[in-house]
C-alpha cells in the first residue's frame, strides 16, 4: 500500500519539471540578458491554465508575471518596466526563457522561474552575474624638460588588472586609481607611467578578467633627427627666397625712383 503511495508520488514529481538552461548566467552592461527556462508542457495549447512568474529570490521582487494568456504587469518592480519580455510563441512548447533588455549592474543577482500548468508546479534558480567592458583607453601624454608620463583611463566593471610593458617586455612600475563604483555601476581607471625620454616604446595592458576581455595599447614615441634637419634645411630655403625677394622689391624702387628722376 506504502509502496503504491511512493509509486504514485514519484510520477506526479516526474510528470512536471521546471530547469534553467544556465544555473550561472554573465549578463553584460547594455546588451540583452536571456534567462533560460523550461517546464514541460500540457497538451492544451491555448495556454489557459498556464501561470509563469519570473522574481527575484532576495525580495520576491516581481520581475515579470503571464497568466490568463497575457502578460500581467500591474505588479512588475519599476526597475524592470519595459525592459522584460517572454517568447510567447514559445510557451506552448515549454519555454519561459526571459528577455531583459540593455543589462544594468543591478540586474545582477538570484532569478526564480516558477511555472504551473495542469501537470503541476515547479521552480527554478538562476544568478546572474554582471559585468562591463571597458571602454576605449583615452591616451594623454603629459611631458616637461625633465620627464614624460603616459595615461590612460577608461571604465568597465569589474576591478580590472593593469600592467605596463617596457620594450623588452619587461614589467614597469605604475600609478593606478580606481574611483567608483559609480551610479552606472562602473569603475573609472586612471593609470599613469613615467618613462625614459628620448625615445618611449610601452604598452598599457588591461585584463577583464570576467569577460574575457584584454586590451593592449603600445605607445611609441620617437625623436627623429632627419625631421628637424628637413625642418632646418625648408626653414633656411625660406629665409633665403624671403631675403631674395626684400632684395627684389628694393631694387625695383630705386630703379623706379632713378626713371622718375631721369624724366624730370
Ligand atoms: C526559448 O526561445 C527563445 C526564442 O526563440 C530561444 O532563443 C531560447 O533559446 C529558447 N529557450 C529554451 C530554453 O528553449
Ligand atoms: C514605458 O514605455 C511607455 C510607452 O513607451 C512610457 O510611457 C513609460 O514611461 C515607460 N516606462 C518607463 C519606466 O520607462
Ligand atoms: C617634471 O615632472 C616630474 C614628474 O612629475 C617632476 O618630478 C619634475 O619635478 C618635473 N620637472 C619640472 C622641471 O617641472
Ligand atoms: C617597441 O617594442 C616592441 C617590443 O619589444 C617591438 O616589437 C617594436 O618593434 C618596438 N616598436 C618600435 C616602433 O620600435
Ligand atoms: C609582470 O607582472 C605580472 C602581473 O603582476 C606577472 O604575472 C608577470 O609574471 C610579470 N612579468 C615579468 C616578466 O616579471
Not at 601624454?141 to 625633465?146: A, E, G
Request: net charge neutral; hydrophobic share 40%.
Amino acid at each position: 500500500m506504502l509502496w503504491l503511495l511512493f509509486c504514485v508520488v514519484d510520477v506526479l514529481v516526474a510528470s512536471f519539471e521546471v530547469t534553467v538552461t544556465n544555473k550561472h548566467l554573465l549578463a553584460i552592461r547594455g546588451h540583452p540578458a536571456v534567462l533560460g527556462c523550461e517546464f514541460t508542457p500540457d497538451p492544451d495549447p491555448d495556454l489557459s491554465s498556464l501561470v509563469v512568474t519570473w522574481q527575484r529570490q532576495e525580495d520576491a521582487r516581481v520581475v515579470h508575471s503571464f497568466y490568463y494568456q497575457q502578460d500581467q504587469l500591474d505588479r512588475q518592480s519599476v526597475k524592470y518596466h519595459n525592459r522584460t519580455s517572454l517568447y510567447i510563441s514559445e510557451l506552448h512548447k515549454g519555454n519561459a526563457s526571459l528577455r531583459i533588455a540593455a543589462v544594468r549592474p543591478k540586474d545582477a543577482g538570484l532569478y526564480l522561474c516558477i511555472v504551473s500548468n495542469t501537470k503541476g508546479t515547479g521552480r527554478a534558480l538562476i544568478q546572474v552575474t554582471y559585468g562591463a567592458l571597458y571602454s576605449e583607453p583615452r591616451l594623454s601624454i603629459h611631458v616637461n624638460s625633465s620627464a614624460l608620463k603616459v595615461q590612460f583611463e577608461t571604465e568597465g566593471f569589474p576591478k580590472p588588472e593593469v600592467i605596463w610593458l617596457g620594450e623588452h617586455d619587461q614589467n614597469l612600475s605604475y600609478h593606478l586609481e580606481i574611483h567608483g563604483q559609480t551610479e552606472d555601476g562602473l569603475y573609472f581607471i586612471k593609470s599613469i607611467c613615467e618613462a625614459q625620454k628620448p625615445v618611449v616604446n610601452i604598452t598599457f595592458t588591461l585584463k577583464n578578467h570576467l569577460l574575457n576581455q584584454n586590451l593592449q595599447r603600445p605607445v611609441f614615441l620617437g625623436y627623429d633627427e632627419n625631421t628637424t634637419d628637413h625642418m632646418i634645411i625648408i626653414l633656411a630655403v625660406l629665409s633665403v627666397v624671403c631675403i631674395l625677394l626684400v632684395i627684389g622689391i628694393i631694387c625695383l624702387a630705386v630703379q623706379k625712383q632713378n626713371k622718375q628722376r631721369s624724366s624730370l
